[in-house]
């Protein structure tokens, strides 16, 4: 990647930018994978902001950008579980993901997790079997009355990583 990517923590102010991110990712990047019917189900055009900002309360959520644009974001919990990473379409496959994958197994690492765990999509799956999650169960998962595939993966960590 030519472009020079930082890493930092997300703010409240960033939730808009995080959510169209997602949007835009599921809607152009998961087309392969999933039809309109499937992507629309996951990330409704309207998506409900409330329940955004419920969910990543939870989460420790790391932003990368590259020259004050957002190139992704990933979401994880204390205890290991992955629960969002996603690139903007514009980066895709330039190293956005695995750079914020590193940064959170760092964290992660620092608190003393050993396992993680996701729950990835299709199109997601390939990504983390590279970096050594297995499957443990391929799920269907319901949005709206639409049936979605996706699989359960978890990952041993090491102390050398």
Known sequence: MNRTLSLR????TDLPSIVSLFTDSVHQLAA????????????PE???EEQWR?????????????DGTMAGFISFTAGGHIEFLFTAPAFSRRGVAS????AAVERLLAKGVRTL???ASLEARPFFESRGFSVV?????????????RFA???CLSQSE
């Open 9 to 12: 923590p997300a703010t409240e």
């Open 32 to 43: 392969r994978s999933y039809t309109p019917e499937q992507r629309a189900a996951w990330a």
């Open 46 to 48: 309207v998506p409900d």
């Open 54 to 66: 419920s969910r990543l309360t939870r989460v420790e959520t790391l932003i990368a950008e590259s």
């Open 99 to 102: 750079l914020l994958y590193e």
């Open 117 to 119: 765990t996701t729950d």
């Open 137 to 149: 169960e391929a799920q269907t998962v319901e949005r709206d009355g639409v049936q979605l595939q």
């Open 153 to 155: 993966m978890a990952r």
